[in-house]
């Protein structure tokens, strides 16, 4: 098109200039936004992949720890052993002395070979010099002392106290934890326990990822010095200078420079260091900018021409086709608009025609998702209702097999019986109303079932009058209150729970009253707050509930008896009630 043709366009051109200036300012500033945002996801996203790493490594490392605690708790936990060494090193007889030696040294000698994985070396030191070591494939005896600071130790550490560090040995750097104890026949003589591990298999999972990766690792024991690697006094002066705060974090050295995240075992208080380069973490950011800047250059491109293209197209009739699309609403979405003669613009007739169909084919289409919706709330409680706690139904069947080895055959027939009751009454498929007596006796088999966990320490009553016994009501109610009992109002006294029902005109209500510890003022509050159709963490929270609980209660009641449902309750220490109910007559215990 000729410029002297676009400049005879006034409202073309105007509408090209206005649109296209507004374009690229939109994609400008969506592009510094995606840039940034992407920029602070990838940097977040590498900041948390190296504080897994760091996590990892710290857990991999205490579980190590954790296998030479495995060692010394056999060894301080075993009384003939401590009892052997006790003699050995008291006993002046030189036969009873060698016989303790023998016992403590080869027990030691167990403890090592079945400790897995295995540990280099276990010593004990006593107050006198002495000391009996066991490596693997090796067990002596010796009055020389391997650890020349033992006396020094001993003045340290408490009894029951433990101090980790690497030391080098004739095979090599280990790892030791030394641990201070003293004797129940005399608690003022104090010895060590020396558990060692190689040092490259402590650091096993550490030097693997150095090599698979480009990060640095260096852990810091609980003096904040590098034990790994080992004699790294250059990077000890580096780290002693970042700001750690907290258990676990990111810090950078120097502004934006290496990124360190670190981890703080709560276990050996030794601290993970992983540093990435600056070049490693923000080359994917730079990748994201370019494609970013590269992406935003095109669309600009192409938007222009788009724009140019739609100005020339776009007159008059979009004002009226505006106003249409403005007067939508809701309530006349099914309402057909008059067609309007827009002279030659027959392709503008032809939109609104399409719109028209489009209202209608719209208005249908919601009427049909709000109807399904309506159907899947109640597909939703109906599968709800149907739900057993796995948790109750592991531990009756923990019950059953305990009974079964005792060879309590009654008891156990009992209990399968009242279990398959339960199971038969959830998995009925009439349409979630039954009668107060059949809830009664599902809740009763139920408080049977707890009652071998709980014993005296729970009792249940049901003064229900016989003339109410056919009420009928929604299915599973009164279980799901016992259970509500059960888990907030157990403590160490006797529960008492007393199920009841009243009937007052059309309207019955039934209660559930226990003298158990009860509700917090926030719980009460946020039951409240859901009752009233408040969202809060009691809505949140309903969806990790395997019970049929408060919250499938008030959503099943609501629905069935709407605005005429009855909740309510009351709680304080000993006395909590619970009372739901609704009009009478409605629902039908047939399929």
């Given at each position: 098109?000729?410029?002297?043709?676009?400049?005879?366009?006034?409202?073309?051109?105007?509408?090209?200039?206005?649109?296209?200036?507004?374009?690229?300012?939109?994609?400008?500033?969506?592009?510094?936004?995606?840039?940034?945002?992407?920029?602070?996801?990838?940097?977040?996203?590498?900041?948390?992949?190296?504080?897994?790493?760091?996590?990892?490594?710290?857990?991999?490392?205490?579980?190590?720890?954790?296998?030479?605690?495995?060692?010394?708790?056999?060894?301080?936990?075993?009384?003939?052993?401590?009892?052997?060494?006790?003699?050995?090193?008291?006993?002046?007889?030189?036969?009873?002395?060698?016989?303790?030696?023998?016992?403590?040294?080869?027990?030691?000698?167990?403890?090592?070979?079945?400790?897995?994985?295995?540990?280099?070396?276990?010593?004990l030191?006593?107050?006198?010099?002495?000391?009996?070591?066991?490596?693997?494939?090796?067990n002596?005896?010796?009055?020389?002392?391997?650890?020349?600071?033992?006396?020094?130790?001993?003045?340290?550490?408490?009894?029951?106290s433990?101090?980790?560090?690497?030391?080098?040995?004739?095979?090599?750097?280990?790892?030791?934890?030394l641990?201070?104890?003293?004797?129940?026949?005399?608690?003022?003589?104090?010895?060590l326990?020396?558990?060692?591990?190689?040092?490259?298999?402590?650091?096993?999972?550490?030097?693997?990822?150095e090599?698979?990766?480009?990060?640095?690792?260096?852990?810091?024991?609980?003096?904040?010095?590098?034990?790994?690697?080992?004699?790294?006094?250059?990077?000890?002066?580096?780290?002693?200078?970042?700001?750690?705060?907290?258990?676990?974090?990111?810090?950078?050295?120097?502004?934006?420079?290496?990124?360190?995240?670190?981890?703080?075992?709560?276990?050996?208080?030794?601290?993970?260091?992983?540093?990435?380069?600056?070049?490693?973490?923000?080359?994917p950011?730079?990748?994201?900018?370019?494609?970013?800047?590269?992406?935003?250059?095109?669309?600009?491109?192409?938007?222009?021409?788009?724009?140019?293209?739609?100005?020339?197209?776009?007159?008059?009739?979009?004002?009226?086709?505006?106003?249409?699309?403005?007067?939508?609403?809701?309530?006349?979405?099914?309402?057909?608009?008059?067609?309007?003669?827009?002279?030659?613009?027959?392709?503008?007739?032809?939109?609104?025609?399409?719109?028209?169909?489009?209202?209608?084919?719209?208005?249908?289409?919601?009427?049909?998702?709000?109807?399904?919706?309506?159907?899947?709330?109640?597909?939703?409680?109906?599968?709800?209702?149907?739900?057993?706690?796995?948790?109750?139904?592991?531990?009756?069947?923990?019950?059953?097999?305990?009974?079964?080895?005792?060879?309590?055959?009654?008891?156990?027939?009992?209990?399968?019986?009242?279990?398959?009751?339960?199971?038969?009454?959830t998995?009925?498929?009439?349409?979630?109303?039954?009668?107060?007596?059949?809830?009664?006796?599902?809740?009763?088999?139920?408080?049977?079932?707890?009652?071998?966990?709980?014993?005296?320490?729970?009792?249940?009553?049901?003064?229900?009058?016989?003339?109410?016994?056919?009420?009928?009501?929604?299915?599973?109610v009164?279980?799901?209150?016992?259970?509500?009992?059960?888990k907030?109002?157990?403590?160490?006294d006797?529960?008492?729970?007393?199920?009841?029902?009243?009937?007052?005109?059309?309207?019955?209500k039934?209660?559930?009253?226990?003298?158990?510890?009860?509700?917090?003022?926030?719980?009460?509050?946020?039951?409240?707050?859901?009752?009233?159709?408040?969202?809060?963490?009691?809505?949140?929270?309903?969806?990790?509930?395997?019970?049929?609980?408060?919250?499938?209660?008030?959503?099943?009641?609501?629905?069935?008896?709407?605005?005429?449902?009855?909740?309510?309750?009351?709680?304080?220490?000993?006395?909590?009630?619970?009372?739901?109910?609704?009009?009478?007559?409605?629902?039908?215990?047939?399929?």
């Amino acid at each position: 098109m000729r410029i002297s043709r676009f400049r005879s366009y006034p409202i073309q051109r105007q509408l090209f200039i206005t649109f296209s200036l507004l374009i690229l300012l939109i994609s400008i500033t969506i592009s510094v936004a995606v840039a940034i945002s992407l920029t602070n996801s990838i940097e977040k996203k590498q900041e948390s992949d190296s504080a897994q790493t760091a996590s990892f490594i710290s857990m991999e490392l205490d579980s190590e720890f954790e296998n030479m605690e495995t060692a010394k708790r056999q060894i301080l936990y075993s009384t003939q052993m401590l009892n052997n060494y006790f003699n050995y090193l008291t006993v002046s007889d030189i036969g009873e002395k060698s016989e303790a030696f023998s016992e403590v040294s080869n027990m030691m000698y167990h403890v090592l070979g079945t400790s897995v994985p295995q540990v280099k070396m276990i010593g004990l030191y006593g107050d006198d010099g002495s000391k009996i070591t066991t490596e693997i494939g090796e067990n002596t005896v010796r009055k020389t002392q391997s650890i020349s600071e033992t006396d020094s130790i001993l003045e340290d550490l408490s009894i029951g106290s433990f101090t980790t560090d690497a030391v080098e040995t004739p095979g090599g750097l280990a790892i030791r934890t030394l641990t201070c104890f003293n004797f129940t026949q005399n608690r003022n003589k104090k010895a060590l326990l020396e558990i060692q591990q190689q040092y490259d298999i402590f650091f096993q999972v550490v030097e693997e990822l150095e090599k698979d990766s480009q990060i640095e690792v260096f852990v810091l024991d609980s003096y904040k010095e590098i034990i790994f690697p080992y004699n790294s006094e250059e990077s000890d002066q580096k780290f002693k200078q970042l700001s750690i705060a907290g258990s676990a974090g990111t810090v950078y050295i120097d502004g934006k420079g290496d990124m360190v995240s670190y981890k703080i075992s709560d276990y050996s208080k030794w601290t993970v260091l992983v540093v990435e380069p600056e070049t490693l973490y923000m080359k994917p950011v730079r990748r994201v900018i370019w494609t970013v800047v590269s992406i935003t250059l095109l669309f600009m491109g192409v938007t222009l021409v788009v724009t140019f293209l739609v100005a020339k197209s776009v007159t008059k009739p979009l004002k009226s086709l505006q106003s249409e699309v403005g007067g939508i609403a809701l309530e006349t979405l099914g309402e057909q608009t008059v067609n309007k003669s827009t002279g030659n613009y027959s392709e503008y007739e032809q939109l609104r025609g399409t719109f028209n169909e489009m209202r209608s084919k719209l208005n249908y289409s919601i009427n049909e998702y709000m109807e399904a919706k309506r159907e899947q709330m109640q597909t939703k409680v109906l599968a709800l209702q149907s739900k057993m706690h796995p948790h109750f139904i592991n531990n009756v069947l923990a019950s059953i097999q305990i009974l079964t080895e005792e060879g309590k055959c009654k008891e156990v027939y009992k209990m399968c019986n009242q279990l398959s009751q339960m199971l038969r009454y959830t998995m009925d498929e009439f349409d979630g109303f039954v009668t107060l007596k059949e809830e009664i006796q599902y809740a009763n088999n139920y408080i049977s079932l707890m009652q071998i966990r709980h014993k005296k320490r729970l009792v249940c009553h049901f003064n229900v009058p016989d003339e109410y016994m056919n009420l009928i009501m929604p299915k599973m109610v009164v279980q799901p209150l016992i259970e509500n009992s059960l888990k907030h109002g157990m403590s160490n006294d006797v529960l008492n729970i007393e199920v009841g029902c009243k009937v007052d005109g059309d309207i019955y209500k039934i209660s559930v009253h226990d003298n158990g510890l009860g509700f917090t003022e926030e719980k009460l509050k946020s039951i409240e707050s859901y009752r009233s159709g408040g969202k809060n963490e009691f809505d949140k929270n309903r969806s990790s509930d395997r019970g049929v609980g408060l919250a499938n209660i008030i959503s099943r009641f609501s629905l069935i008896y709407d605005k005429g449902f009855i909740f309510s309750i009351t709680s304080v220490k000993g006395d909590t009630t619970v009372t739901v109910g609704g009009a009478k007559g409605i629902g039908s215990k047939d399929a």
